[in-house]
């Protein structure tokens, strides 16, 4: 029912104003929906200004252009109520009617949404929303994401294969806090800069993409995640530079409590800047085949693997917060 209602215009009792100045637009949407799956528009139907029986909402930080802050949005109510309608407007010729769409319209949609679907917290969507809501679209997914999600609902402490990123335990690590942030209070948003299945495995294309960033792995025939915080601007020089606040990390997918977090111990040699990402020279990272890694536990950082030596991996992503 709910997932009708979003397609339809019937009955609406909510517009946005998105965007500000001569770029904007309208969007309509149903209170009942809004109200009962996000906080974030709970307060705002609370404060907001009524004209004609119809509820009035500006929100001009949030940028038609396609920038859209989603850090504070439950993820059902990212996927349904903000990345799929924004998706469709921006894309042509879709059949009004769900059940007519092709595989190209479905292609089309997700070339759109290409840079809006990494932020969704899949796992944290409840597994009634995920057939109710997500599975009508799920061709515009990765196919290991939906896979994932399935398993993740009949078996859910099973590993999976798809690369995610903590948002609350990476900010957390960052600002050297002793407690994990909840999902209310993350203070940063995660960019994708770079996508290795998408963009390349390059040293050229991360110099070209990349400035300060946090580097995710995920590494080949296993569930670990590794990582690396950079605070610096990442230079194409052949040197090293000095911080306190740099970090790499493994994390167990699917079971965060298993997490490592390996502070740099040599902070004059935290950086190596070369033809590819490197923490300190030796202890975590990858010449130009970035297909191709490197972990010791001698050089400058806590260890973050038992095994030292090269690995295979099977994606990397770059994020600048």
């Known amino acids: ?25 309208i969007f309509k949407a149903h209170s009942v ?29 949030i940028h ?26 921006k ?73 995610v990123l903590p948002p609350p335990e990476i900010s ?13 209070e993350i203070p940063y948003e995660f960019k994708l800069l770079l996508r290795g299945s998408r963009d390349g495995f390059t040293g050229e294309t991360f110099h070209r993409l990349c400035d300060n960033i946090l580097v ?8 670990e995640i590794l990582g690396g915080y950079n605070p610096l601007s990442w230079i194409s020089s052949v040197q090293y530079a000095t911080t306190a606040d740099s970090f790499i990390f493994s994390l167990k997918n699917g079971n965060l409590n298993e997490s490592i977090l390996g502070r740099v111990t040599n902070t004059s040699k935290a950086i190596w800047y070369s033809s590819g990402p490197w923490f300190s020279d030796n202890s975590f990272g990858s010449n130009n085949n970035t297909k191709t ?15 030292n030596g090269w690995f295979s991996i099977d994606e990397y992503e770059k994020n600048k917060k």
């Open 293 to 307: 890694w490197y972990h010791s536990s001698n050089y400058g950082y806590d260890p973050i693997r038992s095994i």
């Open 1 to 25: 029912m709910a997932t009708q209602l979003l397609e339809s215009e019937y009955g609406y009792d909510v517009t946005f104003e998105v965007g500000e100045q001569s770029c904007t637009h």
């Open 172 to 184: 957390s690590w960052i600002d050297r806090r002793s407690a994990i942030y909840n999902d209310t």
């Open 216 to 223: 995710v792995v995920k590494v080949n025939g296993t569930d």
């Open 91 to 163: 894309t042509p010729n879709l059949p009004p009617n769900l059940k007519e769409w092709t595989d190209g319209n479905f292609k089309s949609l997700k070339t759109s949404l290409l840079n809006c679907l990494p932020h969704i917290r899949y796992f944290q969507i409840p597994g009634e929303d995920i057939l109710k809501e997500i599975k009508p679209y799920r061709n515009i997914l990765e196919e290991n994401i939906w896979d994932d999600m399935v398993s993740k609902l009949i078996v859910p402490n099973l590993p999976i294969t798809s690369l």
């Open 33 to 61: 929906i809004l109200y009962q799956r996000s906080p974030y528009f709970r307060q705002k139907l609370t404060n907001a200004n009524k004209k004609n029986n119809v509820i009035e909402i500006k929100l001009p930080h």
């Open 64 to 89: 038609y252009s396609g920038v859209i802050s989603l850090e504070n949005f439950e993820a059902s109510a990212i996927f349904n109520l903000l990345v799929i309608l924004w998706g469709k407007s």
